[in-house]
């Protein structure tokens, strides 16, 4: 194979009156001028971008500001006082995309106020869409920024009540945060 490319490049060369020094010598500096162009090409970029922000931080020992928006784990807020704020409504389970994903056990006590006996999310299985968040009437399921949910194994991402429910002061803190009226009674 050799031998016929040096033949070639040998023919080629004396059809145009060049020798095949000229012709190897001819292709090594194209060579290296696309090399040095190349090199330029890399260098000018990395000049451009030395005086930008970086857009990327030392996670975790840098931790990002989310938006109040962000689709973190989700989140059960009390009332003011501690107390359930949660009516047991079911529309949050029953919005929800993934079967049975929310489950929620509940009774009526001697004043027919709602008890919340059970109320279960299994995160493995949550796609963060947010329609429980949006459908809730008493604004009680919300997210929150909290992103470092991997667990060892996938019972240990099927949050209970108490995994779930923010304190009366957490929630407060949580609805003056996201614009709306503090206190719940
Ligand atoms: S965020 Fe979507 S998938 Fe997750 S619990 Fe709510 S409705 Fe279901
Ligand atoms: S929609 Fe809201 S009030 Fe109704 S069960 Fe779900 S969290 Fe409770």
Redesign the pocket.
Known sequence: MMMMVSEQTQASASLAGKTTTDVVSQSTNSLVVDGLKEITRGLLTVLKQHNIDPITLEYPEVMPDLSDRF?GR?SLLSKSDGTDLCIGCQA?AR????DD??QIEMHRDADKKPVIDRFT?DLGR????????EVCPVDCIKFLPDFELADYSREALVLDKKDLTLNGEESDQWRKEHGLAVTVA
């Open positions: 689709h989700l949050c919005v929800c995309p993934c994903l929310i999310i949550c796609i963060f869409c947010g329609n429980c968040t």
